[in-house]
């Protein structure tokens, strides 16, 4: 599914419904029950949707009853390995995330991603009324030694009161 927002085209894998027997690449399947929850990821700076432990996620979001949608970012879809500006990246997540609830509405959101992923997720909860955000591969301490800790994304999300569940490793 093609999203368009103002940075760009993102794009969206989904899968999942009520009576769904495992995940397809050709959209979402059930009879016509809404999914028990909307769950949305997106992969790392220079990842892609396809990451191994996003493709885990989303067998557990599918097999609890989800619809999941795992998005390629505007830039990536652009060919750009850097996702530049955090404010331009949360809003383009805000517009998909907008687009993807049309998909399931009035169900609970989660959303979450890996790495830079997870840091779009954490600090657009509030704005998108997220209830919990799943963080993989969240990167407290950036790769340089003089930059700042991460740790006030983890809390963005937990102030707007999203519950954060954090894997590494």
Known sequence: MRINTEAGAAEAELDG?????????????????????????THGAGGSAAAPDLLAVRDAGVQLGGLVARVTQPYRVRGARAPGSPDRQDAAWAEVVAALRELAPGVPLVQGGRSNGARVACRTAAV???????ALAFPLRPPRPTAPSRLDELRQARKGGARVLVVNG
Request: proline share 16%.
């Open 128 to 134: 998108v009324g997220a209830r919990a955000v799943i």
């Open 17 to 41: 419904a009520p009576e769904d027997d495992g995940p397809r690449d050709d959209g979402p399947r059930g009879g016509g029950k809404p999914p028990r929850f909307l769950l949305v990821l």
